[in-house]
């Protein structure tokens, strides 16, 4: 036996036993790793939702408190409306119209008052005097010796006009201790509902006033379709035994999303603050961070478990990762304990009340703020200018602004607020701000961000570094295989073979986690011709195409869209590709591929008449490394449709497939239209 021949055996198992070493200790390390970045990013999630729940009891507090001063606001213009009713005097009409003119614009449907039948005898819309309100629970509460106190009614449609949803405020009229009447002010629902609404931060934060049977008073989203319904009867703030503020956890009848709920109870009156905040709003950029950092991470561990030298080196990195999320936790738990939701009321740009938090997160003392100008808490005048300039046509118009900004505190130092804004009165100038301390989450989104330009980094160069070993190994077992020459017996030729067909295989591999990768870091998106990128995807796999004998059809009005043109070509590359490649041996290739629009996107199609995927594995063809045939049937390393899944999230739609095994497979893909409406 030759010399040659001797050291292939004696090195190969030595190699393989290396390689084996190498690949468990990968293992066991990345599996290590793994549980303890999870455990961190639990922990990390907690208290985002900790945080959540502490902002939710803020703003059921923040509406409970508006809700009070709007009632009693209203109370007292009831007990200045029915004295001329009790003592005589003067002009009720006359005392109607200070009432109105003082009361919030937009917010009262209408004043009248009673005899003690219940037949109008005044009322600022005229057309309604002498009928009876004789029905109505609250003459029937007080003409049946119900106590002088505010009375508060369910909402209910009025009987004129428009008939509009009224919530009714009423007092009774006594004249020498005997009943004469009621005196009524109607509050319009759709006033309760803005003035509560512009507390919310996030734009999916549901904001609503119930009564303690659950009958809706308010809700800044669909409004008309909550009046006259109640609540859920299970909801715990209709509990009478439990606590007056409290949160809990929910799944939403809407979307089946986790909702953070709070609850105040008004105990003047028999009302509750109910607020609803979608977890997505506010841990959903650390969600999406974590998914990817995950992401990345696993894909580094699967490259290195199988060929990299520096498993070692990645578990210190990993160790030092652990240290950074747990020093990120630290500052979030420190941030949890101080974040308050601030509220100011500002005229003509002058500060007019600010509420506690405010003062305090700004490092002002009770009081000091009122009076002076907003612009102090600006960084610049420039910043100032700019701001009221994108704020106020958007107040003008009746909607609500919102804005993340810089703003100074008393110290001179520098925070992040996530600012809203809106409009209460047009006439004064009142606008009505609401404030929250970001400055720690923003510190957070960039760590997180550079964390994971370091993961893609680390993933780049790692995946690259590892070809040149791959070279070495193939470079001397053609050495070798020249070396022996006619002494390979044909057994040792499919040794050989199955080597360099694994190195070549595992070569590809590499090539392809390169490739995903890269796929979604492009930042700049521009105008893309759908049909230019097919067109440009047909010459490409022009010789693919008429080897197979397939025939493409494609739809005549392919719209444009916003994107990156080099992704959306490897998009289109990669499906069209593999109508081609899996194509069922009995008939030639038929692909189509059309769309049609879908709401605000696109819907894009590519059917092809092929082998077709299974049902159940319709959902695990996206995942990396999944190959769904066997491998000597067709060639591949089961990334295409990964990349593909990739590329579409990274435009912001959804990848899916329809098919039938024999018959063939339709793949479709949403892309937005982000062209204006």
Same mark, same amino acid.
């Given at each position: 036996?030759?010399?040659?021949?001797?050291?292939?055996?004696?090195?190969?198992?030595?190699?393989?036993?290396?390689?084996?070493?190498?690949?468990?200790l990968?293992?066991?390390?990345?599996?290590?790793?793994?549980?303890?970045?999870?455990?961190?990013?639990?922990?990390?999630?907690?208290?985002?939702?900790?945080?959540?729940?502490?902002?939710?009891?803020?703003?059921?507090?923040?509406?409970?408190?508006?809700?009070?001063?709007?009632?009693?606001?209203?109370?007292?213009?009831?007990?200045?409306?029915?004295?001329?009713?009790?003592?005589?005097?003067?002009d009720?009409a006359?005392?109607?119209?200070?009432?109105?003119?003082?009361?919030?614009?937009?917010?009262?449907?209408?004043v009248?008052?009673?005899?003690?039948?219940?037949?109008?005898i005044?009322?600022?819309d005229?057309?309604?005097?002498?009928?009876?309100?004789?029905?109505?629970?609250?003459?029937?509460?007080?003409?049946?010796?119900?106590?002088?106190?505010?009375?508060?009614?369910?909402?209910?449609?009025?009987?004129?006009?428009?008939?509009?949803?009224?919530?009714?405020?009423?007092?009774?009229?006594?004249?020498?201790g005997h009943?004469?009447?009621?005196?009524?002010?109607?509050?319009?629902p759709?006033?309760l509902?803005?003035?509560?609404?512009v507390?919310?931060?996030n734009?999916?934060?549901?904001?609503?006033v119930?009564?303690?049977?659950?009958?809706?008073?308010?809700?800044?989203?669909?409004?008309?379709?909550?009046?006259?319904?109640?609540?859920?009867?299970?909801?715990?703030?209709?509990?009478?035994?439990?606590?007056?503020?409290?949160?809990?956890?929910?799944?939403?009848?809407?979307?089946?999303?986790?909702?953070?709920?709070?609850?105040?109870?008004?105990?003047?009156?028999?009302?509750?603050?109910?607020?609803?905040?979608?977890?997505?709003?506010?841990?959903?950029?650390i969600?999406?961070?974590?998914?990817?950092?995950?992401?990345?991470?696993?894909?580094?561990?699967?490259?290195?478990?199988?060929?990299?030298?520096?498993?070692?080196?990645?578990?210190?990195?990993?160790?030092?990762?652990?240290?950074?999320?747990?020093?990120?936790?630290?500052?979030?738990?420190?941030?949890?304990?101080?974040?308050?939701?601030?509220?100011?009321?500002?005229?003509?740009?002058?500060?007019?009340?600010?509420?506690?938090?405010?003062?305090?997160?700004?490092?002002?003392?009770?009081?000091?703020?009122?009076?002076?100008?907003?612009?102090?808490?600006?960084?610049?005048?420039?910043?100032?200018?700019?701001?009221?300039?994108?704020?106020?046509?958007?107040?003008d118009?009746?909607?609500?602004?919102?804005?993340?900004?810089?703003?100074?505190?008393?110290?001179?130092?520098?925070?992040w607020?996530?600012?809203?804004?809106?409009?209460?009165?047009?006439?004064?100038?009142?606008t009505?701000?609401?404030?929250?301390?970001?400055?720690?989450?923003?510190?957070?989104?960039? $760590?997180l961000?550079?964390?994971?330009?370091?993961?893609?980094?680390?993933?780049?160069?790692a995946?690259?570094?590892?070809?040149q070993?791959?070279?070495?190994? $193939?470079?001397?077992?053609?050495?070798?295989?020249?070396?022996?020459?006619?002494?390979?017996?044909?057994?040792?030729?499919?040794?050989?073979?199955?080597a360099?067909?694994?190195?070549k295989?595992?070569?590809?591999?590499?090539?392809?986690?390169?490739?995903?990768?890269? $796929?979604?870091?492009?930042?700049?998106?521009?105008?893309?011709?759908?049909?230019?990128?097919?067109?440009?995807?047909?010459?490409?796999?022009?010789?693919?195409?008429?080897?197979?004998?397939?025939?493409?059809?494609?739809?005549?009005?392919?719209?444009?869209?916003?994107?990156?043109?080099?992704?959306?070509?490897?998009?289109?590359?990669?499906?069209?590709?593999?109508?081609?490649?899996y194509?069922a041996?009995?008939?030639p290739p038929?692909?189509?591929?059309?769309?049609?629009?879908?709401?605000?996107?696109?819907?894009?199609?590519?059917?092809?008449?092929?082998?077709?995927?299974?049902?159940e594995?319709?959902?695990?063809?996206?995942?990396?490394?999944?190959?769904?045939?066997?491998?000597?049937?067709?060639?591949?390393?089961?990334?295409?449709?990964?990349?593909c899944?990739?590329i579409?999230?990274?435009?912001?739609?959804?990848?899916?497939?329809?098919?039938?095994?024999?018959?063939?497979? $339709?793949?479709?893909?949403?892309?937005?239209?982000?062209?204006?409406?």
């Amino acid at each position: 036996m030759s010399l040659s021949v001797r050291m292939i055996r004696f090195r190969l198992p030595v190699l393989t036993l290396l390689a084996g070493l190498i690949v468990g200790l990968s293992m066991v390390g990345g599996v290590l790793y793994k549980i303890d970045l999870e455990r961190v990013q639990d922990r990390l999630l907690a208290d985002a939702l900790a945080r959540n729940d502490l902002r939710a009891k803020q703003l059921a507090d923040s509406v409970a408190q508006q809700t009070v001063a709007l009632v009693r606001l209203f109370d007292m213009a009831l007990l200045q409306l029915r004295q001329p009713f009790v003592s005589g005097g003067l002009d009720p009409a006359g005392v109607a119209d200070i009432i109105l003119k003082g009361m919030p614009p937009g917010s009262v449907n209408m004043v009248f008052a009673t005899d003690e039948r219940g037949a109008i005898i005044y009322s600022s819309d005229p057309v309604s005097r002498g009928l009876s309100m004789a029905d109505r629970a609250y003459f029937g509460f007080f003409a049946n010796g119900g106590e002088d106190r505010l009375y508060v009614g369910i909402p209910f449609k009025g009987r004129l006009g428009a008939k509009n949803w009224v919530i009714p405020f009423a007092r009774v009229i006594r004249k020498n201790g005997h009943f004469a009447g009621v005196v009524v002010v109607g509050l319009l629902p759709e006033y309760l509902s803005k003035a509560v609404g512009v507390l919310s931060l996030n734009p999916g934060d549901i904001v609503a006033v119930v009564d303690y049977d659950g009958y809706f008073f308010a809700r800044n989203h669909n409004e008309q379709e909550a009046l006259g319904r109640r609540t859920p009867a299970d909801r715990p703030f209709l509990d009478p035994h439990r606590s007056d503020s409290d949160t809990f956890r929910a799944t939403s009848s809407v979307d089946g999303t986790m909702v953070d709920f709070a609850w105040k109870r008004l105990t003047e009156w028999p009302l509750i603050s109910v607020v609803a905040l979608d977890e997505r709003a506010e841990i959903g950029s650390i969600r999406t961070a974590i998914a990817a950092t995950s992401l990345r991470v696993n894909l580094t561990l699967a490259a290195i478990m199988s060929f990299s030298l520096g498993i070692g080196g990645l578990l210190l990195w990993a160790r030092r990762q652990q240290r950074r999320m747990e020093r990120l936790l630290d500052e979030q738990r420190v941030m949890l304990e101080s974040e308050l939701v601030g509220i100011v009321k500002v005229a003509n740009r002058a500060i007019i009340w600010a509420n506690p938090a405010f003062e305090k997160m700004l490092g002002y003392g009770p009081g000091e703020l009122v009076g002076a100008s907003s612009r102090q808490n600006y960084p610049s005048e420039e910043a100032y200018v700019a701001l009221g300039q994108a704020a106020y046509p958007i107040l003008d118009a009746g909607k609500i602004f919102r804005v993340q900004c810089e703003h100074v505190r008393k110290d001179g130092d520098h925070i992040w607020v996530d600012l809203s804004g809106a409009l209460l009165d047009r006439n004064k100038g009142i606008t009505l701000w609401a404030f929250i301390d970001i400055t720690e989450r923003k510190a957070l989104e960039f $760590t997180l961000k550079r964390t994971n330009a370091e993961l893609e980094q680390f993933a780049y160069v790692a995946s690259h570094d590892m070809r040149q070993p791959l070279r070495m190994v $193939t470079s001397y077992l053609s050495l070798i295989e020249k070396r022996l020459g006619p002494a390979m017996t044909a057994e040792m030729k499919e040794f050989f073979g199955f080597a360099m067909g694994g190195a070549k295989h595992m070569d590809r591999l590499i090539v392809d986690l390169l490739e995903y990768s890269r $796929t979604g870091r492009s930042a700049k998106f521009v105008p893309v011709s759908v049909g230019d990128v097919v067109g440009e995807t047909l010459v490409n796999l022009e010789v693919a195409i008429r080897e197979a004998g397939a025939v493409v059809i494609v739809a005549a009005d392919l719209p444009n869209v916003v994107g990156d043109p080099i992704e959306l070509t490897r998009l289109f590359q990669n499906l069209i590709g593999n109508a081609v490649k899996y194509r069922a041996p009995d008939r030639p290739p038929r692909i189509e591929i059309g769309c049609r629009r879908q709401g605000r996107a696109w819907l894009v199609s590519i059917g092809d008449n092929g082998i077709g995927i299974a049902a159940e594995d319709q959902e695990r063809a996206f995942a990396i490394f999944q190959r769904l045939v066997a491998p000597g049937e067709y060639e591949g390393t089961g990334i295409g449709l990964a990349v593909c899944k990739k590329i579409v999230e990274h435009h912001g739609g959804r990848i899916w497939v329809e098919s039938t095994p024999g018959e063939g497979s $339709t793949f479709y893909f949403t892309l937005p239209d982000r062209s204006p409406v």
